[in-house]
């Protein structure tokens, strides 16, 4: 049971270009909402995470938009560079717990 | 400085064969895990250990043995591989908060395992 489901599988935008990814959740007890960034070869790195007492948080050009309503949380990059090309997976998990449960993942490819 | 690292980073072995790799992070985080990311990039968490205590144990065969000599040690230990067992085999980290709930994961650069 795949219980955060990511789209699109894969994108590709212009430099310069918004990047949109989005994150449908199930389980209403996670309450922590990471988006993790890896480069081929390299293991996943934090980019940038949420709780869900703020709908939005934004760091440069990586903004994370939460909607707890709909259960749906996205990763926006703006002004998107070649050097962003990476797969980004979104993930959660509860305050309980340490288990993150990650998304399918989502190969940005960014042209130049 | 490697936050966390894994040896070997290839391994390249027949079926059958008996294997381990190896996991030590020097953040002083009191929580290690293993992932595996088959080929189509899905991460999925394996185990966790919690100052050397098995915490999550998903559904993996048991021919997968973790072993944390101390808390910042967690190796993967694998019997009798079988050629769905080849994927990267990535060790991470984090520092569980004492209110509940865990900070950032650290991920090791990954063990490209091929069973042939």
């Known amino acids: 049971q795949q219980q955060v489901k990511q789209s699109p599988q894969s994108l590709i935008v212009q430099k310069g270009g918004i990047s949109i990814i989005n994150c449908a959740y199930e389980?209403?007890?996670?309450?922590?909402f990471p988006w993790y960034q890896q480069f081929p070869g390299k293991g996943p790195a934090l980019l940038i995470a949420i709780r869900p007492d703020v709908s939005e948080k934004k760091e440069g050009r990586f903004t994370i938009s939460f909607n707890k309503s709909a259960k749906q949380f996205s990763l926006h990059i703006m002004d998107s560079q070649p050097g962003d090309s990476a797969t980004y997976f979104c993930a959660a998990s509860e305050t309980s717990g340490s288990r993150l449960t990650f998304g399918e993942g989502t190969q940005l490819t960014v042209n130049p | 400085d490697t936050a966390v690292s894994q040896t070997p980073k290839y391994l390249v072995t027949q079926m059958g064969n008996d294997k381990s790799i190896k996991c030590e992070q020097n953040l002083g985080h009191d929580t290690m895990y293993w992932y595996k990311q088959d080929s189509k990039k899905f991460l999925k968490i394996m185990f966790s250990y919690n100052n050397k205590e098995l915490i999550i144990n998903e559904t993996v065969p048991n021919r997968f043995s973790p072993k944390s000599p101390d808390k910042a040690h967690l190796n993967l230990h694998i019997n009798s591989l079988e050629l769905g067992d080849s994927a990267v085999y990535f060790c991470?980290?984090?520092?569980?908060?004492?209110?509940?709930?865990?900070?950032?994961?650290?991920f090791g650069p990954g063990t490209r395992l091929t069973v042939l």
């Open positions: 389980n209403t007890a996670f309450d922590y």
């Open positions: 991470a980290s984090s520092q569980l908060f004492r209110g509940g709930g865990t900070d950032t994961q650290y």
